[in-house]
């Protein structure tokens, strides 16, 4: 058997010269960035446009300190540490092409639940200039209204014990205690989930918390710490044993997590930090005045034709989402969903012309070697959706635009929240936090047509807008007759027979 060399700092200098590697001295970094969520996305986004930045610049200030808030983050902390923070993100081109890449700017990793004072001491520290987050959209704690969500038990257990909290918002008003009581400059908190105005919305949540624990520290927060808005965007599949397995058969190299992702990378952030940052901009990250048109474009195009696909193509029986876009139904049928109902809905974005940001989005989603399990899209959907398509229907409504096309992936969640299967009765696991709810709402459509849509933290006042829901009844009732479902796209696409 060939012998593996384990990925480590000690073994960087032995591995195969086509794996590209920091060359930069690690041990002189700082960790300037403390990240709350070092999931994959973070690993091909964040800490690799800093991997750039370190290589290219030679700056020591901005190492990354990962911090994980759940027990669940046991894995990754036992495995980055193991391997001194190194991973191999592996850049796969649709032309088959793969470039493999060891980063380096991760330094440090603290599994916060353990000791939540390690955490907050390590935010607190005077080397510490940003927090940023990638906590998903459903870490935000908001409700229906856009509103903090006091009644989460979590929050309350917070709200009780600021020395030992569990939830994000405990953690960030814990740590900027600790600052300002030091008499240190706040830092910069930066979110880098899918959600319209993240910063905005992050400091809102932030905010509220704070007010309810320690008002006159919220007055602190709120003049001591900025919140830049940001839009984020690689395509960052879920990681195979496959993946790990070709680093060790194409270069006898043991990775027990690498990351994979498209070869695409953007982030637009804008330019509002309180505690200086790093100069992303020499690596391709823009800096702007007013991020809203480039986040409403991405999470209504990409966030949303990525939901389209995963709904619609696992009731089909789909896998993947290179799978559907090769199959010529589902491609028209999300370029007819793009152009009839989100274009007409988003502002012109400076420099970009609209038809080639969705044709490129058609060629990005197309990438065969990026196999994007449509079971990842369709995870936490209650989520996503208000964020990704319910707000883009609403407008539409207003507009008196089209809302067919987005009416029947509403149909086809509800079938898949009720059935759990595809059309063949082949079983689709269902992973979200109000898995209960929707399955309760979704089984009760015979008796209501309308029960799924009812679901108000989710769908807000959309079962009273009558012409919607009219259509929303005819897709559900012929649904449930037959869910061969390529027959309602056709039947939307090309006219009803
Ligand atoms: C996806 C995103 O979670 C989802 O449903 O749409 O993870 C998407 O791949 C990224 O936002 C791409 O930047």
Redesign the pocket.
């Known amino acids: 058997m060939k012998t593996l060399t384990l990925l480590n700092q000690q073994n960087l200098a032995s591995l195969p010269a086509q794996i590209l590697r920091p060359t930069y001295d690690r041990s002189e970094l700082k960790a300037g960035i403390v990240h709350i969520g070092v999931g994959g996305?973070h690993r091909s986004?964040e800490a690799y446009y800093t991997d750039e930045l370190l290589e290219k610049t030679g700056t020591k200030d901005w190492g990354i300190c990962g911090i994980g808030l759940r027990s669940a983050d046991g894995k990754i902390a036992k495995v980055l540490e193991r391997q001194d923070y190194l991973y191999t993100l592996i850049i796969k081109h649709p032309d088959g092409k793969i470039e493999n890449r060891v980063i380096g700017s991760i330094i440090d990793f603290i599994l916060a639940c353990d000791d939540p004072e390690v955490a907050t001491d390590r935010m607190a520290a005077e080397t510490t200039k940003i927090v940023s987050l990638t906590i998903?959209?459903g870490g935000y704690n908001f409700n229906a209204s856009g509103e903090f969500d006091f009644k989460n038990p979590e929050v309350k257990h917070d709200l009780a014990n600021p020395g030992k909290p569990k939830m994000i918002f405990g953690y960030l008003t814990e740590a900027l205690r600790k600052r300002r009581d030091a008499g240190l400059p706040g830092f910069t908190i930066q979110s880098c989930d899918?959600i319209q105005h993240n910063g905005d919305m992050t400091r809102k949540m932030l905010l509220a918390f704070a007010r309810r624990q320690d008002p006159v520290l919220a007055g602190w927060i709120a003049q001591n710490v900025t919140f830049p808005n940001a839009m984020?965007?690689?395509?960052?599949?879920i990681t195979t044993p496959s993946d790990v397995q070709l680093l060790e058969d194409e270069f006898g190299m043991k990775d027990e997590w690498p990351v994979t992702c498209e070869p695409f990378c953007?982030w637009v952030i804008e330019d509002d930090f309180c505690n200086g940052r790093p100069h992303w901009e020499e690596v391709g990250a823009q800096f702007v005045p007013d991020v809203t048109p480039y986040e409403t474009m991405?999470?209504r195009l990409?966030?949303?034709?990525?939901?389209v696909l995963?709904l619609l193509g696992a009731i089909h029986g789909h896998e993947t989402i290179d799978g559907c876009v090769n199959d010529l139904l589902f491609a028209t049928y999300l370029r007819r969903f793009m152009d009839v109902e989100v274009t007409p809905v988003l502002d012109p974005v400076d420099g970009i012309d609209i038809e080639e940001y969705k044709d490129s989005l058609l060629a990005r989603f197309a990438n065969p070697n990026i196999k994007?399990a449509l079971s990842?899209?369709?995870?936490?959907?209650s989520s996503?959706l208000p964020k990704?398509l319910i707000s883009t229907i609403n407008e539409n409504i207003e507009r008196k635009g089209s809302t067919e096309l987005a009416a029947l992936v509403i149909a086809a969640w509800c079938y898949y929240s009720d059935k759990g299967t595809d059309k063949n009765g082949k079983k689709l696991e269902v992973v979200d936090e109000m898995k209960a709810e929707l399955h309760k709402a979704a089984a009760e459509t015979s008796r209501d047509k309308l029960s799924f849509l009812r679901i108000k933290p989710i769908f807000g006042d959309l079962a009273k807008q009558k012409g919607f829901t009219d259509e929303y009844i005819h897709m559900v009732d012929s649904l449930y007759e037959n869910p061969d479902i390529a027959r309602l796209m056709q039947a939307l696409l090309f006219g009803w027979e």
Do not use: Y
């Open positions: 996305f986004h998903t959209e899918n984020v965007d690689r395509i960052t599949p953007q991405k999470i990409l966030n949303a034709g990525h939901s995963g994007d990842r899209i369709c995870l936490e959907s996503k990704f």
